[in-house]
Each structure stands twice: as C-alpha cells, then as structure tokens.
C-alpha cells in the first residue's frame, strides 16, 4: 500500500509522523512524506532515506485584510502544488499529523478523493485540526481528556507516536507482525524528482526567493519537490555524552526543538547554585541552536558536568539517564516523558493561542506523574529548592515516575499505523 505523511512544521508534528512512518515501512508499505519548507526540519529529518515532497506552507501571522488575502493566496497554491505530487504519487491513504502544514495536503487528498486520518496530539486540538476533521475519516487523538474538545464519528485514542533510536536499542514492537507483501515493499527511492534549474545548483548557490527559503530541501515554489536527506552526523553528540557523571542525580533541561531563551537562562543559573550547594548533579541541556554555545559555556566555566545540544535525535538516551526533567509541555514531550516514566516540572508556553501547553500540563499533573510553574513566576530561588527537595524526596519522585509510565496503556506507533492501515483498506495477514 502506498501512504503518504504530511507531519511538517515543527518536530513536534515530525518525530510522530517518523515514528508511525517507520512502522509503516517495516509492515512493507511505500511511504512518502509530506513537509512545509520550515526551517529546521531538515534536523528532524536527519536519518530519513524515503522520499520527502516539500511544498512551502505558512501558518496565519495576522488577522489584517493584506495578510488574510495573502494567506488564501499561499493555501490555494498549496492545495495545488500538493494535488500534483499526490496523482504522481497516488497514496491509497494520507495520514495528517496537524498544524498548517496538513491544510494543503489534506484538501488535495479529498479532491482526489483519497481518504483522510488525523493526529490531534494536544489536549485541546489545534485550528487546522478542527477544520479538516470534516474531510476525515478517522480523527487519532493523543489524550483521553481531547474528548471533551473534538466530537467526529470516528475518534480513536491512539497515544502520541514516540520516536525510536536504534542505537539506543528501541524498537517499535509491532515490527515483528508479518504483513502481506507488494512488489513496492522495499525501501523506497525518490519518486517525484525536482527538475528546475535551481534544485540542481550546488547547496550553497542555492538562494531566497520570496516564494520561501531555498535551502537542501529544494525549490518550495515549484508544485513539490523531493528529496534525500544526508544521514545524521552523531559525532558530536556522542562526544558530549562523556562529560557526565556516572550514578548521579541528573536534570533533563528542554525548551522545545527551538529552545525557550527564558527556561534556558533561569534553569541554567539554578543548576549553577544547586551545583555549589548539593555538588552532585549532572545536567542534560538541549537549549536550542541559538543558546547551546552560551549555555555550554556556563556550565564549562562553574565546573558542572553537562552534555548541552542545540538539538538532539538520540532522545531515548537523554530520558533513561534523566532523573527529572525541566521542560515545555508539548505533546511529544509530553508523551516521551510518560513513555520513559521520567517525572518532570512543567513550565507550559505561555503565549499559545489556545493554551493547549497548559492543558497538557494538566493532564500529566492530575495523574501525578509532574508539577506545574508558570513561567512568569519561575525564578531562581524558587527553582533551587524545588529541585533540592525533589533530590532529597525519593519516594515521591519514585511515585511520579511509576505515575508516568501507568499513562502509557498501549503502543501508540502500532494503534495509529493500524488504523491507517484500516482506513486505507489493508487486510492484515496473521501468523
């Protein structure tokens, strides 16, 4: 069977559709993936040797009568360049992670009458979400509590796919299950190749246009491209692992796949004091491209041991040496901390439209498994004896973490890459 994945924007949408993507594979479907020409997702992509269609997307900046006019323009053109790829392509199902970046696919893949599945992975679902739910014929949800905010004939509570690492020994547990064979089983080769002038020049001659940002992800004005991403270059990250201490309590510290400059600053000089006082500490620091060398500095110069990233792929590595966590509330976060039964303080982005961080915050504390802090009353000193509590409070951080993992009731990848599977009409062969 051949699906397509349209899990642009930010890793958030990313990693899932990777996770459920991978799965897909291994139970011998073609997968091709749909992206947004974002920045930064080439990152997230790192690994991926399938066929990526990319078609420039952008999110509503502003409700003014110019910007709205614009808006539409670049939705239409979407809707259009997507609708090309996918009769080149011809998936027999499309799977739609959210955000901006499905709105083109989904609307191209109902105009060809290819049928839709959904992934709401916050609490409360997103605008894109809410609009192309109409067009689904399955709507996947993260959250139980997500119920209470989304009503379609066919909601089904998958979980929140989590990414694997195959250095770090996971692997998705579905992969065993023997699948009926095509004669496209194998891994995928580029399908729908980029043939303008400008995809062929070398990387770096490539240049801005006002159609978006030409990078190694080819030309997003030119009705989809495709391409290969470079495999992953682990070095570093492996050489900052060495710098930890061994059996030591240590902080996971994450602000989101950009990093959050105010997290960044006040959990960095809160570690500095807990350093003085308590001595043993390790820290786990994924500040974002923008603070990691500052933050790294900070930390080389206290004496502190740290692994610090601007962005890391072995996250599975990150969470089984974490004790705590000091982190955003995004769904993937959130599902990967349940996952890896890591208890964390929740610090929710504050200026999300619909507060979708705060509500899943909400879920994870009602279950016990993390505290809540707004950020516009996170401060140092509070910060410092929270941590130090936590330290000396074993029994309670050993109750958040079993509180974590008993939210975890199945396997997410396996549920949602079924119910793809279902909606697309695949029959199951079983041993």
């Known amino acids: 069977m051949k699906i397509g994945i349209a899990c642009g924007g930010t890793s958030g949408h990313i990693f899932p559709g990777l996770a459920v993507a991978e799965a897909l594979r291994r139970r011998g479907h073609t997968v091709v993936l749909w992206l947004a020409g974002k920045p930064g997702e080439d990152l997230a992509l790192a690994g991926w040797v399938g066929t990526v269609v990319t078609v420039y997307a952008r999110g509503v900046s502003s409700h003014a009568p110019r910007a709205?006019?614009?808006?539409?323009?670049?939705?239409?053109r979407a809707v259009l360049q997507c609708r090309q790829s996918m009769q080149r392509f011809s998936p027999d199902v499309l799977l739609a992670m959210g955000s901006y970046a499905s709105i083109g696919p989904v609307l191209a893949?109902?105009?060809l009458n290819i049928p839709v599945v959904l992934h709401e992975a916050n609490v409360i679902p997103g605008r894109a979400i809410r609009f192309l739910s109409r067009w689904a014929e399955a709507v996947a949800v993260g959250f139980e509590e997500t119920r209470q905010h989304l009503t379609h004939r066919?909601?089904?509570?998958?979980?929140?796919?989590?990414?694997?690492?195959?250095?770090?020994?996971?692997?998705t547990p579905d992969a065993g299950r023997q699948m009926k064979q095509t004669p496209n089983a194998q891994r995928p080769t580029p399908n729908i190749e980029c043939k303008t002038e400008e995809c062929k020049?070398?990387?770096?001659?490539?240049?801005?246009t006002d159609a978006g940002t030409q990078s190694e992800i080819g030309n997003p004005a030119q009705r989809g491209t495709s391409r290969q991403p470079a495999p992953p270059v682990a070095g570093s990250e492996i050489e900052n692992w060495g710098a930890l201490a061994p059996s030591v309590f240590?902080?996971?510290?994450?602000?989101?796949?950009?990093?959050?400059?105010?997290?960044?600053?006040?959990?960095?000089?809160?570690?500095l004091r807990l350093h003085r006082e308590v001595n043993s500490l390790?820290?786990?620091h994924l500040a974002g491209p923008a603070d990691e060398e500052s933050i790294r500095q900070v930390y080389q110069q206290a004496g502190v041991p740290h692994a610090v990233f601007g962005f890391l792929h072995d996250m599975p590595r990150a969470y089984r040496q974490a004790s705590l966590a000091i982190c955003r509330s995004g769904a993937s976060t959130c599902a990967e901390l349940s996952c890896y039964g890591v208890p964390a303080l929740l610090v929710p982005y504050p200026?999300?439209?619909h507060q979708h961080q705060a509500a899943n915050a909400d879920a994870l504390a009602s279950a016990g498994s993390a505290d809540i802090c707004d950020e516009q009353i996170l401060n140092v000193d509070w910060l410092v004896g929270y941590v130090a509590g936590l330290m000396?409070?074993?029994?309670?951080?050993?109750?958040?973490?079993?509180?974590?993992?008993?939210?975890?009731t199945n396997n997410p990848v396996a549920t949602l890459a079924e119910l793809v599977e279902d909606v697309g009409g695949w029959k199951h062969v079983e041993r």
Do not use: K, Y
């Open 351 to 353: 200026f999300a439209i």
């Open 282 to 284: 390790n820290v786990i």
């Open 109 to 111: 893949a109902r105009w």
């Open 250 to 271: 240590t902080l996971l510290v994450m602000g989101g796949s950009r990093g959050a400059h105010r997290l960044n600053e006040v959990v960095s000089q809160a570690i």
């Open 392 to 408: 000396r409070d074993t029994a309670r951080l050993a109750h958040m973490r079993t509180a974590a993992l008993q939210r975890v």
């Open 68 to 76: 709205m006019i614009a808006t539409c323009f670049r939705l239409v």
């Open 154 to 171: 066919r909601l089904v509570v998958t979980g929140m796919p989590v990414r694997q690492h195959e250095e770090s020994g996971n692997q």
């Open 201 to 208: 020049r070398p990387r770096s001659e490539r240049r801005t």
